[in-house]
């Protein structure tokens, strides 16, 4: 959710800011300190920093997937909320994305720590009913 309303808020100050180029380092500079930007900048961070913290008890392969959630939130915005058009291609392309992750998240995980926690909320539950494991 972080991703998706950092990077909408970036493009919606990105357009209030207009174009912005390397050769003309005052408006790249003029283009962050506008409000939408910086905001946007800083929902971008707190993705980043959740993004490193999963990242320190969970595999690449199951976090990576989780943030492909975003397509999906950042589609709706850019239609709902932002009034862009999202072509027909666009929404395929997006399903399809999701259909992916869809396969590569129904196996097994393989991270440590989540296999730990299965384990320790199947022995909560099984005192709950008076089962020892």
Not at 48 to 63: E, I, K, N, Q
Request: with cysteine; glycine share 6%; hydrophobic share 55%.
């Amino acid at each position: 959710m972080f991703a998706a309303a950092g990077d909408s808020l970036i493009s919606c100050g990105m357009k209030q800011t207009g174009a912005v180029s390397l050769a003309h380092l005052p408006s790249i500079i003029f283009a962050v300190l506008n409000p939408s930007v910086a905001l946007g900048v800083l929902f971008l961070l707190a993705f980043f920093a959740a993004y490193m913290m999963t990242l320190s008890w969970a595999d690449l392969t199951y976090v990576l997937p989780a943030t492909s959630v975003g397509y999906i939130l950042l589609a709706l915005i850019a239609k709902f909320l932002l009034h862009e058009h999202v072509s027909p291609t666009r929404w395929i392309g997006i399903l399809l994305i999701s259909t992916g992750v869809a396969f590569a998240t129904s196996g097994p995980a393989s991270t440590p720590v989540l296999q730990a926690r299965e384990t320790e909320k199947l022995d909560a539950e099984a005192v709950s009913v008076g089962v020892h494991r």
